[in-house]
């Protein structure tokens, strides 16, 4: 019966079968999209639902969804190298903070160039207010090591408490560090953390190699184009 059943967003990728029809019907990079920002509306029982809240409360209050977008800072994707990049990434991340507010996640920032540049949390109203106005005023860094910048936000995720966590790589590619696809792939499934990488203006096969999904955003004659995303089979 009709009020038997309550229509809600998703909680966790189990209930993934349960989306409403009108959100089975997108495509993939819509439908995953949706889910990994707790956007996508499926419906549950109502009876489940009690009783899940009944016997899980606390251990479902103690856990998190939780995004880290790691955020290439070095001066190859400011104004000085590549004008059409700075506008691309500020906007990506402030899309994404408004995503992780709505879905009442946490987000955290994470700069690096060279070295670790800081992370920046945000839980709270407040915190989202003043991780969008640190958005506003990042300064370029130097230089670029991608692979230690991964390494250091799973490792800082394994030292956290989560239910679903995604990390967001953006970077322009250039690399003065060093990748090990083989090491961060098993990383990355050993603590059920997925990687999403957006590269912009170039490819990239080493982080293709170790991500879950993988999409470049090119400059073209009529502006940035966002290209086909590619998704770990």
Same mark, same amino acid.
């Given at each position: 019966?009709?009020? #038997?059943? /309550?229509?809600?967003?998703?909680? !966790?990728? &189990?209930?993934?079968?349960?989306?409403?029809?009108? =959100?089975?019907?997108?495509? #993939?990079?819509? @439908?995953?999209?949706?889910?990994?920002? +707790?956007?996508?509306?499926?419906?549950?029982?109502v009876e489940d639902r009690t009783i899940r809240e009944e016997i899980y409360e606390d251990v479902?209050?103690?856990?998190?969804?939780? %995004?880290?977008?790691?955020?290439?800072?070095?001066? $190859?994707? @400011?104004?000085?190298?590549?004008?059409?990049?700075?506008?691309?990434?500020?906007?990506?991340? %402030?899309?994404?903070? !408004?995503?992780?507010?709505?879905?009442?996640?946490?987000?955290?920032?994470?700069?690096?160039?060279?070295?670790?540049? +800081?992370?920046?949390?945000?839980?709270?109203?407040?915190?989202?207010?003043?991780?969008r106005q640190h958005v506003s005023e990042i300064t370029e860094g130097s230089g670029t090591d991608?692979?230690?910048?991964?390494?250091?936000?799973?490792?800082?995720?394994?030292?956290?408490?989560?239910?679903?966590? /995604?990390?967001?790589?953006?970077?322009?590619?250039?690399? @003065? +560090?060093?990748?090990?696809?083989? =090491?961060?792939?098993?990383?990355? =499934?050993? $603590?059920?953390?997925?990687?999403?990488?957006?590269?912009?203006?170039?490819?990239?096969? $080493?982080?293709?190699?170790?991500? #879950?999904?993988?999409?470049?955003? =090119?400059?073209?004659?009529?502006?940035?184009?966002?290209? &086909?995303?590619?998704?770990?089979?």
């Amino acid at each position: 019966p009709a009020n #038997d059943i /309550e229509v809600r967003p998703i909680q !966790d990728y &189990g209930e993934l079968p349960r989306a409403v029809p009108s =959100e089975a019907v997108l495509d #993939d990079e819509q @439908f995953y999209a949706r889910a990994a920002t +707790g956007e996508l509306m499926v419906e549950v029982n109502v009876e489940d639902r009690t009783i899940r809240e009944e016997i899980y409360e606390d251990v479902w209050e103690e856990r998190e969804r939780r %995004l880290i977008i790691v955020l290439d800072v070095s001066p $190859s994707v @400011f104004p000085g190298e590549n004008p059409w990049m700075e506008p691309v990434w500020k906007g990506l991340v %402030l899309s994404m903070v !408004d995503k992780t507010e709505h879905a009442e996640a946490s987000i955290i920032l994470h700069k690096f160039d060279g070295g670790d540049r +800081g992370w920046n949390t945000a839980t709270t109203k407040g915190g989202y207010t003043k991780l969008r106005q640190h958005v506003s005023e990042i300064t370029e860094g130097s230089g670029t090591d991608i692979g230690s910048a991964v390494r250091r936000t799973m490792n800082h995720l394994e030292a956290d408490t989560y239910d679903q966590a /995604e990390i967001m790589l953006v970077t322009d590619g250039q690399d @003065f +560090g060093g990748i090990n696809p083989a =090491e961060i792939r098993r990383q990355l =499934e050993t $603590s059920r953390i997925k990687l999403h990488v957006i590269l912009l203006g170039v490819t990239h096969q $080493s982080l293709l190699a170790c991500a #879950d999904t993988y999409q470049i955003v =090119e400059n073209t004659n009529d502006g940035p184009v966002v290209r &086909g995303r590619v998704t770990r089979q």
